[in-house]
């Protein structure tokens, strides 16, 4: 074997406990690859501490080295930032995107590459793939639907994705913890997490208030003709399609149609308000191809939890697309993002305006 061929086979797993990347260590290391276990501190406070004894302890059933790399700076930085300044500025920003753009896939990677590991791994469920007539690396979704993360890993670009594996990608959820319980892995039947890490109690608008040092402000909610019909107790505490909570007696069921933190409103209506069939996106990263040529027609996801449906969607800038959907969708939320596919395959996204 070669020094660039050992070199390839030296991969770095991110770990954090749970059940996916403890069963992705023991997938590489049956398929001969060199595996290193680091889990990244991202927060204080003894959840963090618990997964990283758990992530340890996987490792050393593994018998690979162990390392923990504390990115707490930076994940606040550039993650939890962000997310505090999305929501004031009126949107509803999904910072697992982020965080793996900026944190999972580039400071993990000069992390491992600090170690002499060349590739990492994760948990992952999606799937990567070499095209040769396009030169290009591929994003793909993975063969179990209702786990599939690609919309989560739309951001990565083409280095990201060369150096990364993704060992469950081909597998289902039942099948990663038989295999985990046939190693008798002890994250085997661990539950799972679907809270913002950092945020693990919901309550965003007491998170941002804490974080901020200043309450919210309190503003009006609107009708579809401006008139006031209410009062809000701050626009982050809303998001579009929200009906429970609202405090407002209509008389019929109202929902959050829109946002204006500039004006410090909030637009209620009727459900029928909530449905569009067009939409622009800023931010814009394509994986499959450099740029878009002419009407492209894609399947378009505009949340993690959305089905898809096809749209036409044209490159207006460098950085931007405008998407126009066959049929309304319900509930476009700025700050989300849209995710691009063909199939399997998927094209690129970017943050809904």
């Known amino acids: 074997m070669t020094g660039r061929e050992r070199e390839k086979r030296k991969v770095m797993a991110a770990m954090s ?152 990608g081909n597998m289902t959820k039942e099948e990663v913890r038989a295999f985990a319980s046939e190693r008798r892995l002890s994250a ?12 693990p109690d919901k309550d965003y608008a007491g998170f941002i208030e804490k974080e901020t040092g200043a309450p919210l402000k309190p503003g009006h909610f609107v009708d579809a003709d401006g008139r006031v019909i209410g009062r809000h107790r701050g626009v982050a505490r809303y998001t579009v399609g929200q009906r429970r909570g609202l405090g407002i007696a209509a008389g019929r069921p109202v929902f959050v149609c829109a946002k204006d933190a500039e004006k410090n409103t909030v637009l209620v209506g009727e459900e029928t308000l909530l449905f569009g069939k067009e939409l622009d996106v800023k931010d814009v990263n394509l994986i499959a191809c450099e740029r878009l040529t002419g009407k492209v027609r894609a399947e378009v996801k505009i949340r993690y939890s959305h089905r898809g449906s096809m749209a036409t969607v044209e490159q207006t800038g460098e950085d931007s697309l405008h998407i126009e959907f066959d049929e309304p969708q319900r509930a476009v939320t700025p700050g989300q993002s849209a995710v691009l596919y063909d199939g399997s395959t998927v094209i690129g996204g970017g943050i809904i305006l």
């Open 17 to 168: 406990g749970g059940v996916d990347s403890s069963a992705a260590v023991f997938l590489l290391k049956e398929q001969g690859f060199d595996v290193g276990g680091m889990t990244m501190r991202l927060l204080d406070g003894h959840l963090s501490d618990r997964d990283i004894a758990d992530a340890k302890k996987a490792a050393e059933a593994a018998g690979i080295p162990f390392f923990v790399a504390d990115l707490r700076r930076r994940f606040y930085d550039e993650v939890v930032r962000d997310f505090i300044d999305s929501y004031l500025a009126g949107y509803t920003p999904n910072p697992c995107v982020l965080c793996n753009r900026r944190i999972k896939f580039s400071a993990f990677v000069q992390h491992a590459e600090g170690y002499g590991y060349g590739r990492i791994a994760t948990g992952h469920y999606a799937r990567t793939e070499y095209d040769a007539g396009s030169g290009r690396w591929l994003l793909k979704r993975a063969e179990d639907g209702k786990k599939d993360q690609s919309y989560m890993l739309y951001g990565l670009n083409q280095q990201q994705l060369s150096a990364s594996i993704f060992p469950l």
């Open 188 to 199: 085997a039947q661990r539950r799972e997490s679907q809270d913002i890490c950092f945020v």
